[in-house]
């Protein structure tokens, strides 16, 4: 009798004293692959080195193009194609100041952001009514907005581009802007729906029953919920405007008018002499905005992510 207390302590303390050990043990276990340096250098950072190379490389050809002499993009064999000695700024001086770039630039700028706005816009009530508002035939719609998306530009850039003929539009920024819609709609819904179907309908209801309406809901509860799903849509739609190229080469013809995609093409190519240096510092230019975008959103996103409802 005496024996079965001294035993239960015992067996307490051989299971405390083992137990850190055996999570210890099985921690050091997982991990022990990142304690050798050559399997480290193998699994993790060379891989990544050949990602950031492949990533970065295009980006540093582009620009490495834009600041070297002429004679030196012409002669190869003379000059080193992967560095230059001479960097000059002359492509950079003839894009912004001789040539219609600063008006390109408002072009695009122009375009992106009301079409932007305008399919954000669409997008958020189409969504919000195919989610909330429960009536047959609410999943049949969603598949089919998402549908419409896969149908590809270059089959509907024809039949839109006699819609906009016939009603006057041909060769002006608002072309692009009432066509655009067509190709960030239906995605930017269907991310949208995703989004506003995290959030909790029991929000809707306790503010349904306080005699709120639904526009109310849908501005005071829904959108502050769904920040991170209106930045991931508003960066998409932003992003494929201002590369967007099929239309804007069908719709706009004069020089004013033209986005930057199109512009650098046909301004700095002719017949079939390529002007590089000012084909990649357009470039270049070009996709400076949508860096500094990315960056600014970037967090904001990250930051809305955080605080998002989770079902």
């Given at each position: 009798m005496t024996d079965l207390p001294t035993s239960r302590i015992d067996l307490k303390a051989v299971l405390h004293s083992s137990a850190p050990t055996i999570a210890k043990d099985d921690h050091s276990e997982g991990m022990s692959y990142l304690q050798s340096v050559p399997r480290r250098m193998v699994t993790l950072y060379l891989p990544l080195s050949i990602i950031v190379v492949v990533l970065l490389f295009p980006f540093y050809w582009m620009g490495l193009t834009a600041i070297k002499p002429d004679e030196q993009l012409l002669d190869l064999d003379r000059y080193n194609p992967f560095w230059t000695w001479n960097p000059t700024f002359k492509h950079f001086y003839k894009l912004l100041f001789e040539s219609h770039y600063p008006m390109w630039l408002w072009n695009t700028m122009y375009v992106a952001v009301c079409a932007t706005i305008l399919s954000i816009i669409a997008s958020v009530l189409a969504a919000y009514a195919i989610v909330r508002l429960r009536y047959k035939g609410a999943n049949l719609v969603g598949g089919l907005i998402f549908l419409a998306y896969l149908v590809p530009p270059s089959i509907l850039f024809i039949p839109l581009a006699t819609v906009v003929f016939q009603y006057g539009l041909f060769d002006s920024p608002m072309a692009l802007i009432l066509t655009y819609p067509t190709?960030?709609?239906?995605?930017?819904?269907?991310?949208?729906?995703?989004?506003?179907?995290?959030?909790?309908?029991?929000?809707?209801?306790?503010?349904?029953?306080?005699?709120?309406?639904?526009?109310?809901?849908?501005?005071?509860?829904?959108?502050?919920?769904?920040?991170?799903?209106?930045?991931?849509?508003?960066?998409?739609?932003?992003?494929l405007c201002w590369n967007e190229f099929i239309y804007a080469l069908t719709f706009l013809q004069s020089t004013s008018n033209k986005t930057v995609p199109v512009a650098i093409v046909n301004e700095f190519v002719d017949g079939d002499i390529y002007r590089w240096g000012s084909l990649m510092a357009g470039a270049l230019a070009g996709s400076l905005p949508l860096v500094i975008l990315y960056a600014f959103f970037v967090e904001h996103y990250v930051s809305a992510m955080t605080g998002a409802v989770k079902e």
């Open positions: 190709i960030l709609i239906p995605f930017s819904t269907w991310l949208l729906m995703g989004y506003f179907k995290t959030i909790p309908f029991e929000l809707e209801e306790c503010a349904l029953i306080d005699g709120a309406s639904r526009w109310q809901i849908l501005i005071k509860i829904v959108l502050p919920l769904a920040i991170p799903g209106l930045i991931s849509a508003f960066i998409f739609c932003f992003t």
